[in-house]
């Protein structure tokens, strides 16, 4: 198969690119990138929920810019931010918010909490107790919160990025494994090496003596929805789809990797191949292309499934994890 045949859409469903409006995204992506020192990785799949509406989890030790990659990108957009630092004592109502009783109107009035923002960052949502958990995956998977029987819609876009503490294990509460299927992405940020700690030493440094560089861009909500109707029109391909199905049914069948899928308790599900899917045509988007390529599921397969299976006792006690068999499955099924 060509790469010609990946591009080739039927002549109906084709949508020419919006150059200026791509432009600002990537100015949004660049302005990111500027304050982020050696994050390419995190900020791309940044941009690649805002553009599918997907929510990210993101894990790593503290001090590695987690928040502070959330709080630039709330900066180059016109939505409200929120920031819920979780706790052991959170309650479900610290998120959605309350209805309280008012004596001057003789009426009930919804107080909304601080999931009622577009950019929610849910710091350590391991502390959390599964009560505020499941609130929280319940917004996240339904666009709306329900309290005292009334439901109330979030707004549009609305976009949760969690992170979590892989170090932190005393006083915490794992995701239930249903729950993190909720994540579009789960990225795992790396320490930097030498070169960019240097750098980043230079930048923080700059910005304590002066004032940090403001966002380039600031988005408006129309041209995030506008965006996001442009990465979801990217084209997939049969021969591509094809390649997705053949990935994620390696997790379940023997067909693809039969040592691989030994290791696996639980595959993952089709919303883990529509996730890749989508994934792959906001990655496509940002890199000016109008249709997924192989390398974009490559790519992001490890960030899209690896979350989404459950590895058996036996392969997690050799010390195999789940990244390991997603790549493992990316090297050996054949891409077209
Ligand atoms: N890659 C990076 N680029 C720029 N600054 C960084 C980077 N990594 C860490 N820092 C700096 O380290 C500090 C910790 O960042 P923070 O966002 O609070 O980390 P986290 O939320 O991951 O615990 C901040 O002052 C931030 O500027
Ligand atoms: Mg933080």
């Not at 609130?135 to 992170?163: C, K, N, Y």
């Not at 992405?185 to 440094?205: C, F, K, T, W």
Request: overall charge negative; glycine content about 8%; charged content about 25%.
């Amino acid at each position: 198969m060509s790469g010609a045949a990946l591009a080739e859409r039927p002549a109906t469903g084709a949508q020419p690119i919006d150059a200026a409006l791509r432009a600002r995204i990537l100015a949004l992506r660049d302005g990111l990138l500027h304050g982020l020192i050696g994050a390419d990785a995190m900020v791309e799949r940044l941009l690649i929920g805002l553009l599918t509406g997907g929510h990210l989890l993101i894990e790593g030790a503290p001090g590695l810019a987690k928040t502070r990659a959330v709080k630039r990108l709330s900066d180059g957009l016109d939505g409200s931010f929120a920031r819920i630092q979780c706790t052991p004592d959170l309650m479900p109502a610290d998120l959605t918010g309350t209805t309280v009783w008012r004596q001057d109107a003789g009426d009930f009035e919804f107080l909304p909490g601080p999931l009622f923002h577009s950019l929610v960052l849910v710091d350590e949502v391991n502390r959390a107790p599964p009560k505020v958990q499941s609130a929280l995956l319940e917004a996240m998977a339904e666009g709306q919160i329900t309290v005292s029987g009334h439901t109330h819609a979030l707004p549009d876009p609305f976009m949760v990025v969690a992170t979590q503490n892989p170090i932190e294990h005393a006083g915490t509460f794992p995701l239930p494994e249903a729950q993190l299927d909720r994540f579009l992405l789960h990225v795992l940020v790396e320490m930097p090496d030498e070169a960019a700690e240097r750098r980043i030493l230079d930048l923080v440094e700059g910005e304590l003596n002066h004032h940090a560089e403001a966002m380039p861009v600031r988005l408006s909500v129309e041209e995030i929805r506008a965006a996001r109707e442009a990465a979801l029109g990217v084209y997939v391909s049969p021969a591509l789809k094809d390649y997705l199905v053949r990935l994620v049914a390696g997790t379940r069948t023997d067909a693809a990797a039969p040592d691989l899928r030994a290791a696996i308790e639980h595959p993952a599900s089709p919303r883990g191949t529509l996730a890749l899917m989508v994934a792959g045509k906001a990655r496509a988007y940002l890199r000016g292309r109008d249709h997924v390529i192989p390398e974009d599921v490559a790519e992001l397969a490890a960030d899209a499934l690896a979350h989404r299976i459950g590895l058996t006792w036996r392969a997690a006690a050799e010390g195999q994890t789940a990244r390991g068999i997603i790549r493992g499955l990316v090297q050996r099924v054949r891409a077209l």
